[in-house]
T-cell receptor, first 113, second 111 residues
Framework: GAGVSQSPSNKVTEKGKDVELRCDPI?????LYWYRQSLGQGLEFLIY????????KSGLPSDRFSAERTGGSVSTLTIQRTQQEDSAVYLC???????????FGEGSRLTVL | GEDVEQSLFLSVREGDSSVINCTYT??????LYWYKQEPGAGLQLLTY?????DMKQDQRLTVLLNKKDKHLSLRIADTQTGDSAIYFC???????????FGPGTSLSVIP
């Protein structure tokens, strides 16, 4: 596609359920990033991929969070046993390897009741 | 560890210049960015500067980089109401190539 695509755009779930958030980057972009933006907060780095590998997972808040990327393209961020504090907008971005600009998707808004 | 800091709020009058400041900690950063987020919208790149540059100008935008002090600023000339948004400073590290964002500065332009 022309831009970074994220799905779902909105997700409401109950506490304790698992959720999967999907990111489809711009074709040919080798780097893919996940960030979290809570209400009134800045962008919290979660994880990024170079191709299919994740050199730095230090931003994942807990072991309930995991992410994978297959085929150097689509990435999935999984949150297990969701908690209310997981409620946020999860943003995905992609960029050409070692190039300047990150292109962001519209985000997936997660609400945990 | 890496950190990017910004003041959280700035208010200016329409027609005045706005200056948004940012400090960062990674001296080996390669790129430094300014992103804009309008209400209800995604992040858009405004401009970026290579770490070996001191200044970059693009129409109403001027970016100044002081590497010694690890200080980055964004100046918006003739600020308009449409410039009201959150402005994020970000740095790209050389070690792992991850991009770290600051908390964002909310710019309010008073007509």
């Amino acid at each position: 596609g022309a831009g970074v695509s994220q799905s779902p755009s909105n997700k409401v779930t109950e506490k304790g359920k698992d959720v999967e958030l999907r990111c489809d980057p711009i074709s040919g972009h080798t780097a893919l990033y996940w960030y979290r933006q809570s209400l009134g907060q800045g962008l919290e780095f979660l994880i990024y991929f170079q191709g299919n590998s994740a050199p730095d997972k230090s931003g994942l808040p807990s072991d309930r969070f995991s992410a994978e990327r297959t085929g150097g393209s689509v990435s999935t961020l999984t949150i297990q046993r969701t908690q209310q504090e997981d409620s946020a907008v999860y943003l995905c971005a992609s960029s050409l390897w070692q190039d300047g600009e990150l292109f962001f998707g519209e985000g997936s808004r997660l609400t945990v009741l | 560890g890496e950190d990017v800091e910004q003041s959280l709020f700035l208010s200016v009058r329409e027609g005045d210049s706005s200056v948004i400041n940012c400090t960062y900690t990674d001296s080996s950063s390669t790129y430094l960015y300014w992103y804009k987020q309008e209400p209800g919208a995604g992040l858009q790149l405004l401009t970026y500067i290579f770490s070996n540059m001191d200044m970059k100008q693009d129409q109403r935008l001027t970016v100044l980089l002081n590497k010694k002090d690890k200080h980055l600023s964004l100046r918006i000339a003739d600020t308009q109401t449409g410039d009201s948004a959150i402005y994020f400073c970000a740095e790209r590290e050389t070690s792992y190539d991850k991009v770290i964002f600051g908390p964002g500065t909310s710019l309010s332009v008073i007509p």
